[in-house]
């Protein structure tokens, strides 16, 4: 991904909080600084993401929405606790090269089951056309596809692998758009956008200090915007909804 002169670092004051740039067969190895960052950056929404889907859970009236509220609880939770430990590991116990490898395939398989839960509640919730509704099984069938992808690729087609993100990320989002009832649609839009510019930060290492760190709270707006959605208009009772729309 293309990333401006402006934004490189390197030569700045800025260059002690960040290591070099890698080739791209090489895995970036952040400084202790980047380290610690990466750490609490996704730390930090363990418990809220905990409380989240806890509260869907309990807002349930039917099997299908205690379902949906635990598919994407699991993923949402599974997100950043995958995260803070890979990151954790690889900063304080990065001599367990093949724990640490581990992990690192893991953190990026979790990416496409996170994406998959989170289009769950829409998919499962809100009508769906004939065609549409097959997008229920398919969101799952594509994360699949990408975890193998990972098992057999990982870190060898880095550019392959964000487009495989992007795909997954806007293709059930399609069917979403289609829906005939179109409430959440400016919030899942939203929540999109900070995903699309936190990629520019992802394939940022070595030139912007903490890049990835900034990446995962992208991530954290994104995601709490998108549980906002969920929360809103597929979870809060009628009533409610009137209120808060006051």
Known sequence: MFTPRLLDFQK???????????????????TEYEHAANC????FWILPSILGGSNLYFLS??????????????????????STVFHTI???????????????????????????ASYAPWLN??????????????????????????????ER??????????VMGFFPALV???????????????????????MVFFKSDGRIPFAHAIWHLFVA???????YAIWRYLYLPSTLQTKVSK
């Open 157 to 166: 087609y880095k550019l392959v692998e964000l487009l495989c993100y992007v």
């Open 40 to 43: 609490a950056t996704h730390a």
């Open 176 to 198: 979403v758009l289609s829906m005939p009832n179109t409430e959440g649609i400016w919030e899942l839009m939203t929540g999109g956008i900070f995903y699309c510019l936190g």
């Open 12 to 30: 700045t004051k800025y260059a002690r909080f960040m290591n070099h740039r890698v080739p791209p067969h090489k895995r970036y190895q952040p």
């Open 61 to 82: 009236d039917d099997d299908w929405e205690t379902i949906s509220a635990w598919i994407y609880s699991l993923g949402l939770c599974g997100l950043f606790v995958v």
């Open 125 to 154: 919730l809100r009508e769906l056309g004939p065609w549409a509704s097959h997008m229920r099984w398919l969101v799952w069938i594509m994360a699949s596809v990408g975890t193998v992808y990972v098992f057999f690729f990982h």
């Open 90 to 116: 690889s900063w304080k116990k990065s001599h367990l090269r093949m724990v640490e490898h581990c992990l690192h395939m893991v953190d990026r398989m979790v990416i496409y089951f996170f994406i998959a």
């Open 221 to 227: 707006f994104g995601a709490g915007t998108h549980y």
